[in-house]
């Protein structure tokens, strides 16, 4: 049988899909001069491949069928399997009708597609709901899926082959993706876990299935032939809690330096699951970027979605051991929770600003269906376009802020943190001394043309 993978490529703003938002993906279209070059950044440096279309097309070619991959055209084939997301449907619900009327058999994977089927349904002949492997199995041994096709989880990660890239990339991506340092192009996902053990109300990356992690031996042994494969490749760990189990991390460590393992990688977190020893041995084994949620400033906010606070103090400590390190932050933030008011949202920017990560990331909360707050929110949500739930789109009717302040104070996060002289300081390492003084002075020059900007647009600062 030939298999088609369509992991489609989105037209419109920067897109992420596969492990973004848990599989319903995002889409930042530019919303100012500033968001404008940071997509064109997240664009070139983020843009990875399909973690779980490298897994199905390593089953299907093991059991012996012919894998082709496409992010746009139309390919000859007998079955269609194509990654859904929440963001970009309708364009993977055309592509699915085009691919039907050439004769293939279609079918739907990942959370969009499990969670929210009726989108799907009527372009498809099978979708498959939840983790896709188990189901992708009974395809690959010949069963015809039909309709919605449970998936169990798979228990054991380590029985699962490893991704094939090499039937998955085009050559040109593979030697953009193995020439650099800090890839152009993206790098190579890989999964060492799935899901998390956490409660956020919010976050669509617990809503699948449980926690599961991988022996270190398995991840290893994944790694190790990445590295014979392609010259000192970049992976991008996607668990979403990568050090939740701090011994197993530490085992990596050693078994990476142990074998002499040259690749480097990135990795997401909580920052109240590292500490300076972890860090260093991480570091030591190739870590280079770690990203980590910090969402709002109040606790109390937090405490209101679940999510444990980590004291101020540990995070600053975190991140000054990060900048010494030479290991790059980037720290998540979320506007919009429901107790968030413009003075919190500016004091949230201020922080995020005052914390120091090199980067930082700011979206706009998003009821996503099938999480606890989805349900908590439902009479709020006035949005119907499920291609708006992006991550970037006010969704909801907020209590204290409407839809355009809360756009303009993602916009003025973006432009405060990104534009001062401070942030390329940062980013350059230089951290003291007379330079700095100056970088200091002209951050308040900065701040100050913020301040007048924003009192032009909306009559208000972003200060709290
Ligand atoms: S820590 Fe919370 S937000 Fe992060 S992945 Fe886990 S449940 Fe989601």
Redesign the pocket.
Known sequence: MRIVLADLKATEGVVGKDTVAGGYGSRLVPLSRTTEVYCFFKKNFHDHPSVQMAYIAAICARLGHEVAWTRDELLEGDVAVILSSLVDYRRETAWADAARESGLRVGFVGLAASKMPDLFAGHADFLIDGEPESAIQRLAGGESLSGVCQSEAISDLDSLPFPRWDLLQSRKLLRRISAVSRPFGGGFPLLSSRS?P???TY?P??ILTSYRARSVNNIVEELEQLCDRYPRPYVVFRD??FTEQRDRCLALCDEVLVRGLNFRFECET?LDHLDEHLLDRMRAAGLRVITF?VEAVSDETLRKVA?RPTPEAHQRAIIEVCSRRGILTTAYYVFGFLPDNWNSIAATIDYSIALGSTFAQFKILTPYPGTPLWKQMKPLIYEHDWQKFDGYTPTFKHPHLNAEELRFLLGAAYARFYTRPSWLANYLRIRRGPVRQWVHRMDTKAFEAHTRKEIELMSRPVTC
């Open positions: 998390c956490e409660f956020c976050c990356h617990r979403p809690l909580r949620g999510r």
